[in-house]
């Protein structure tokens, strides 16, 4: 985390923000006498570096918790951040009992003690485990804190099962992102404020209204490119600032373009941190093939073309490899033919998911298949806010979406038609809005496929 | 849409018929359904015009409501659809068979085995369309909190016996229809949406008419044709040829016959009421009459094409062979009959208007799981639904080419059979994916090792069900030459964590839901004293 201030933020110092916004969420969360306290973080705010700092300050004080994550993959990078932070401190990774249940970097750690039974993790400073596996749990001392983190992305019936466990708890997320969902119909519990289906965060506010929320006002991960646009189209109402100025991330490339259209536009994106590779207009399946070989050859270019970023970590430009590389989609299938398509094309190391699997996770160039691209319709599921959100805010440098045209025709024809439930909250900006202003910026840095 | 699905679809439109989705029947059909086709008024919700019921094609029972505004006549229809149906349920609340359940000791904590009854089949329910299974839950809601005048001699609209209990079977079966999978009340459209696919949208599919005119066309009417005709053709006078089936009726038969038969039959009424000799009387009792049997005309003559196109689906669906797991389905659905027979023999309360926290997690997650197993289960019984699959790249089969025998490296080493295979599909796999396959019924896995760099044969490793030897038991492992069907998707679906007692509800979800008990029935409002 830097603390540089840029120039061109002017009077804003995000560092002195950023601090002050942490030093209140841990005094709530330390000497506050409500049971909850919520977090709501943007994305790359330091919600992570939150969650360390809160509970090494909590285990410091004496007060032993628990901790609740979402994924597996979560609780390791956890508890790795946990023994970096703090080598010496006592800490207990629950898991499941299937077979390699945990990231194996966390043998190499003297304090980190693995069980997949609590009671071998009794006494510990800090045990982690995910919501699935601490359900599982029983216990007649409840823990007297706990973190939950990713709140927003954890499901109602989920945290019923773990409240038992603890009697306060430090509740971190992004609202922004995608909406736990059920693969059923859950409809008859809609507007009931424990619907089992809404996030966890709803329910607990809906139930306790009086808790102390607060909110992480930089984004250290987004460029000054990135966060106006993430942030009004996704957080109109609790708008945030990028840590960096306009000129601390530059990418550059040590081929020049050859004119081609993945080239251009990634000469887009390096110039203005947004590129829009717009191929002709085609209803298509899923796996569109002309889409995905597009996606393939910009990463393939990227690659070949020698790209070095510079930002505030380091003066020097550092090569983007492909582990800073990732592409997003929204449908498993349409990731599997990315990942063929670039194996076909001989590269290698690139991360190819859904947004789902995204989520949290953080690289230097994105490259995205738009969810709407090629379809005949827009369903509720590829107009939801989170959906693009995640897509849109994964990147520290440059993010490239390839696109079939006519979304912006489609989204007109398609205005949102879910019924209006009594008592559920709504949720805005609609994914209708969202990828209207999101598509409206895009265009500003379009490049056609064809020369 | 699976794309096997959009195929099928587009294959129709070609053909002009519908076009099969599936081998295999994938719900339970009762051999004696009960069918119910009601139809509601206009403009009034749960005001209910009529209804055909019965267990005999030949022989509906035809229960109208001459005046739907009237309560008593409503409750007179009530009562006599709880008469129709109470009994059918009831034939089958006799005859059990033992069972065993395990339950939590509440003194020792820990799961013993329970001896205690399942009925040996459930009644079934089947209803014309997914709004007919709305409206079930509507009469449910409507009637379950109502009280007898033997429940509360006070009450000043004492319903009839029977009613609150229809309402609270009715209750039943609306809330099992959510379930993934469940048979007890099912939707004729939903069913041959099911196993056909027609060339039109799924929309259209809701129209139960025009869906099995896709299905049984044929004699130089293509299915879009005939579909047509089903939705919009209108006889002389003006009348659908194959009225909605509800429980909505049509406006134009509202407007044009059932209005000025609802007119005349209050012009009798009244005309009766004002009536002092007794020879007047007779004769405006004999234009009541009169009246009455016009509107049951009218109501009838709406329902029996629906009856028939009810039947007519059942027909067709019998056609096809069940399916092999929706027997076990179907004992689920014998346990959830079973369960709610206990309720209501030891005297609880009807279910109440909202479910609390716990249970609406808990309904959440039995759901889920029923879900899971539902689209398990439809793959490995079908190969058309497991086609599917395969193409999605979730399970793909493959030819044993290879097995080299394996242990794993502890000191009692089990068999770990590594088996190369080679298959045509494209399964989505990375290493250490699990992927499984039936042996007897019960799921083996293995995992996933890698591609063979040479030829691109892949090669997995077989995990568990080869005995307790060092040598794997005969018939455990596949032999060169095997074609296997393998899916990445589990067989089985584990059940979810035990979630707190409705008494223990945590702060984070408002506590504890309060003093459990009866409900109080629903408040008389200005609105039901029309």
């Known amino acids: 985390m830097t603390t540089t201030p840029a120039p061109a933020t002017g009077v804003f110092d995000p560092g002195a923000a950023a601090a002050e916004a942490t030093a209140r969420i841990l005094r709530d969360t330390l000497d506050g006498t409500a049971r909850g306290v919520v977090v709501d973080s943007p994305p790359g705010a330091g919600k992570s570096t939150l969650v360390v700092r809160a509970a090494l300050e909590l285990a410091a004080a004496g007060r032993p918790l628990m901790v609740v994550a979402q994924t597996n993959a979560q609780v390791d990078d956890l508890v790795l951040r946990l023994a970096e932070k703090e080598p010496e401190l006592p800490v207990g990774r629950l898991h499941s009992s299937d077979s390699d249940p945990y990231d194996r970097a966390l043998d190499g750690l003297e304090n980190v003690r693995k069980s997949a039974k609590a009671a071998d993790l009794a006494g510990l400073d800090v045990v982690v485990s995910t919501a699935a596996k601490w359900a599982h749990v029983k216990t007649d001392e409840p823990w007297r804190h706990a973190i939950v983190d990713e709140a927003y992305q954890m499901r109602s019936d989920a945290l019923l099962a773990v409240a038992g466990l603890f009697e306060r708890a430090l509740f971190v997320g992004d609202p922004g992102q995608l909406d736990p969902f059920s693969v059923v119909g859950a409809e008859q519990w809609a507007g009931l404020s424990y619907d089992p289906s809404a996030s966890a965060v709803s329910t607990l506010l809906a139930h306790n209204p009086e808790l102390p929320q607060h909110r992480l006002p930089v984004s250290w991960r987004l460029p000054a490119s990135a966060a106006p646009l993430v942030s009004d189209a996704f957080y109109p109402y609790t708008p945030f600032r990028s840590g960096t100025g306009p000129g601390d991330r530059r990418l550059s490339f040590g081929i020049a373009s050859d004119g081609s259209g993945p080239d251009r536009v990634l000469d887009e994106a390096a110039a203005s941190g947004w590129g829009l590779l717009e191929l002709p207009p085609r209803h298509t399946p899923r796996t569109d093939p002309e889409a995905v070989h597009a996606v393939a050859l910009v990463v393939r270019r990227l690659l070949d073309r020698g790209a070095a970023a510079v930002s505030e970590r380091s003066p020097d430009p550092v090569p983007v490899t492909a582990d800073r590389i990732a592409v997003g989609t929204a449908h498993r299938d349409q990731a599997a033919a990315v990942r063929a398509a670039l194996a076909a094309l001989g590269v290698t190391g690139v991360t190819v998911d859904t947004a789902n699997r995204l989520q949290g996770r953080e690289y230097d160039v994105t490259v995205v298949l738009h969810p709407l691209s090629g379809r005949p319709d827009a369903t509720a599921f590829h107009l939801e806010t989170g959906r693009l959100c995640v897509l849109a805010s994964r990147h520290r440098h440059a993010c490239v979406v390839v696109c079939r045209a006519g979304v912006a025709e489609l989204l007109d024809e398609h205005p949102s038609t879910e019924p209006v439930q009594l008592g559920v909250t709504l949720k805005f900006p609609d994914g209708w809005e969202a990828n209207h202003a999101v598509l409206s910026h895009l265009a500003e840095h379009r490049v056609e496929w064809g020369p | 849409m699976s794309l096997i699905g959009t195929l099928a679809?587009?294959?129709?439109?070609?053909?002009?018929?519908?076009?099969?989705?599936?081998?295999?029947?994938?719900?339970?059909?009762?051999?004696?359904?009960?069918?119910?086709?009601?139809?509601?008024?206009?403009?009034?919700?749960?005001?209910?015009?009529?209804?055909?019921?019965?267990?005999?094609?030949?022989?509906?029972?035809?229960?109208?409501?001459?005046?739907?505004?009237?309560?008593?006549?409503?409750?007179?229809?009530?009562?006599?659809?709880?008469?129709?149906?109470?009994p059918y349920l009831d034939g089958y609340a006799g005859e059990v068979e033992a069972a065993e359940r395990s339950e939590t000791d509440p003194e020792t904590g820990k799961k013993v085995k329970v001896e205690v009854e399942l009925c040996a089949d459930a009644p079934q329910l089947i209803v014309p369309s997914r709004a007919g299974v709305e409206y079930v839950r509507l009469l449910g809601r409507s009637t379950r909190f109502r009280r007898t005048a033997e429940d509360d001699p006070d009450t000043p609209y004492p319903a009839p016996a029977r009613v609150p209990l229809l309402g609270r079977w009715l209750t039943h079966y609306g809330e099992r229809a959510r379930v993934p999978g469940s048979s007890l009340l099912l939707a004729a459209t939903d069913l041959l949406n099911r196993h056909w696919a027609t060339g039109q949208s799924s929309l259209e599919d809701q129209h139960l008419g025009a869906l099995l005119a896709w299905i049984e066309a044929?004699?130089?009417?293509?299915?879009?044709?005939?579909?047509?005709?089903?939705?919009?053709?209108?006889?002389?006078?003006?009348?659908?040829?194959?009225?909605?089936?509800?429980?909505?009726?049509?406006?134009?038969?509202?407007?044009?016959?059932?209005?000025?038969?609802?007119?005349?039959?209050?012009?009798?009424?009244?005309?009766?009421?004002?009536?002092?000799?007794?020879?007047?009387?007779?004769?405006?009792?004999?234009?009541?009459?009169?009246?009455?049997?016009?509107?049951?005309?009218?109501?009838?003559?709406?329902?029996?094409?629906?009856?028939?196109?009810?039947?007519?689906?059942?027909?067709?669906?019998?056609?096809?062979?069940?399916?092999?797991?929706?027997?076990?389905?179907?004992?689920?659905?014998?346990?959830?009959?079973?369960?709610?027979?206990?309720?209501?023999?030891?005297?609880?309360?009807?279910?109440?208007?909202?479910?609390?926290?716990?249970?609406?997690?808990?309904?959440?997650?039995?759901?889920?799981?029923?879900?899971?197993?539902?689209?398990?289960?439809?793959?490995?019984?079908?190969?058309?639904?497991?086609?599917?699959?395969?193409?999605?790249?979730?399970?793909?089969?493959?030819?044993?080419?290879?097995?080299?025998?394996?242990?794993?490296?502890?000191?009692?080493?089990?068999?770990?059979?590594?088996?190369?295979?080679?298959?045509g599909d494209v399964p989505q796999l990375g290493e250490g994916v699990k992927v499984y396959r039936s042996l007897d019924g019960r799921p083996q896995s293995a995992a996933f090792v890698g591609y063979e760099p040479e030829d691109g044969t892949l090669v997995l490793r077989l995990l568990d069900r080869m005995g307790r030897a060092k040598n794997p038991a005969e018939g455990t492992v596949p032999v060169k030459g095997d074609r296997i069907v393998w899916t990445l998707f589990e067989h089985d679906q584990r059940g979810g964590p035990k979630l707190p007692d409705p008494e223990d509800t945590p702060w984070t979800h408002g506590g504890p839901p309060g003093e459990p008990g009866a409900e109080r029935p629903d408040p008389v409002t200005p609105e039901d004293l029309l």
Do not use: M
Not at chain 2, 57 to 86: C, G, H, I, K, W
Not at chain 2, 350 to 365: I, M, Y
Not at chain 2, 381 to 409: K, M, N, Q, S, Y
């Open chain 2, 9 to 86: 679809r587009l294959e129709a439109v070609e053909s002009g018929r519908a076009q099969p989705l599936a081998t295999v029947r994938h719900r339970h059909l009762s051999d004696r359904p009960l069918v119910l086709v009601p139809l509601t008024t206009a403009g009034e919700a749960g005001a209910p015009l009529g209804a055909l019921v019965g267990t005999d094609p030949a022989e509906p029972r035809l229960l109208v409501v001459a005046q739907p505004r009237d309560r008593d006549l409503r409750f007179a229809f009530l009562a006599d659809l709880a008469e129709a149906v109470v």
């Open chain 2, 218 to 423: 044929g004699d130089g009417e293509s299915g879009a044709e005939a579909a047509l005709r089903a939705e919009l053709g209108r006889d002389a006078a003006g009348q659908l040829l194959c009225p909605p089936a509800g429980p909505a009726t049509d406006p134009t038969f509202d407007n044009r016959l059932l209005a000025p038969a609802i007119d005349r039959y209050d012009r009798a009424r009244q005309a009766l009421g004002a009536a002092e000799e007794g020879e007047l009387a007779d004769a405006r009792l004999g234009e009541l009459h009169r009246a009455e049997r016009e509107v049951r005309r009218l109501v009838a003559s709406q329902l029996k094409p629906t009856w028939d196109a009810v039947w007519r689906c059942l027909e067709l669906l019998r056609g096809l062979p069940a399916g092999s797991r929706v027997a076990d389905r179907w004992t689920r659905d014998r346990w959830s009959f079973t369960g709610h027979r206990d309720r209501v023999r030891s005297g609880e309360p009807p279910q109440p208007r909202r479910d609390d926290a716990v249970t609406s997690a808990q309904k959440l997650a039995a759901r889920e799981t029923a879900q899971a197993q539902l689209e398990a289960q439809e793959a490995l019984d079908d190969p058309l639904v497991l086609a599917a699959r395969r193409l999605a790249g979730e399970a793909f089969t493959a030819e044993v080419l290879d097995v080299v025998p394996a242990w794993t490296e502890s000191k009692r080493p089990s068999p770990r059979p590594l088996l190369t295979v080679r298959t």
